[in-house]
T-cell receptor, first 108, second 115 residues
Framework: GQNIDQPTEMTATEGAIVQINCTYQ??????LFWYQQHAGEAPTFLSY????GLEEKGRFSSFLSRSKGYSYLLLKELQMKDSASYLC?????????FGQGTTLQVKP | EAGVTQFPSHSVIEKGQTVTLRCDPI?????LYWYRRVMGKEIKFLLH????????ESGMPNNRFLAERTGGTYSTLKVQPAELEDSGVYFC?????????????FGSGTQLSVL
């Protein structure tokens, strides 16, 4: 079966750090993606991990452990505009399998 | 560079009617995907085109859904006849062939409501 789990909602304070976790069990694995989606807009690419370890890109970092079926997205120096849905997705034979998404609310 | 565009952004139809959604991928992108999100659920894969050929249509729910990509440019997804459970947001995504093809560029989606 295909299963991707992430928390439904999270709340954090402006300027803080937040970590969004994602665990997965899929029949195949060709990489893990994080997308950001603001309400009514297109999901936009944040990060892609295919090997174990941490990928850092500005305020956003993503970590992958393939042996544990685990990833996290780390957002630093949170800004109000970071309030959005964050989607974890595993690539399997060319198609993406998504989790339900984590709605992050950033408060002043 | 223009992104992936979808039309219409919203569509409200009655059960039994026909609706056609359109997707214009980023110019030069051979890969085109359709995904769908029904309320309360995750985004799910429908099908994948490489140019005009259907590479994978394993996610298509049933034969009421027909996707085409004549000429390998824009794509249409027709639902005929529409049922209540077809309501949701239909996303299109595209990517180039070769290196970098793992990163998908998504459109804003078509919100379909079947009443």
């Amino acid at each position: 079966g295909q299963n991707i789990d992430q928390p439904t909602e999270m709340t954090a304070t402006e300027g803080a750090i937040v970590q969004i976790n994602c665990t997965y069990q899929t029949s195949g694995f060709n990489g893990l993606f994080w997308y950001q989606q603001h309400a009514g807009e297109a999901p936009t690419f944040l990060s892609y991990n295919v090997l174990d370890g941490l990928e850092e890109k500005g305020r956003f970092s993503s970590f992958l452990s393939r042996s544990k079926g685990y990833s996290y997205l780390l957002l630093k120096e949170l800004q109000m505009k970071d309030s959005a849905s964050y989607l974890c997705a595993v690539r399997n034979t060319g198609k993406l399998i998504f989790g339900q998404g984590t709605t992050l609310q950033v408060k002043p | 560079e223009a992104g992936v565009t979808q039309f219409p952004s919203h569509s409200v139809i009655e059960k039994g009617q026909t609706v056609t959604l359109r997707c214009d991928p980023i110019s030069g992108h051979d890969n085109l995907y359709w995904y769908r999100r029904v309320m309360g659920k995750e985004i799910k894969f429908l099908l994948h085109f490489v140019k005009e050929s259907k590479q994978d249509e394993s996610g298509m729910p049933n034969n009421r859904f027909l996707a085409e990509r004549t000429g390998g440019t824009y794509s249409t997804l027709k639902v005929q006849p529409a049922e209540l459970e077809d309501s949701g947001v239909y996303f299109c995504a595209s990517s180039p062939r070769g290196p970098g093809n793992e990163k998908l560029f998504f459109g804003s989606g078509t919100q379909l409501s079947v009443l």
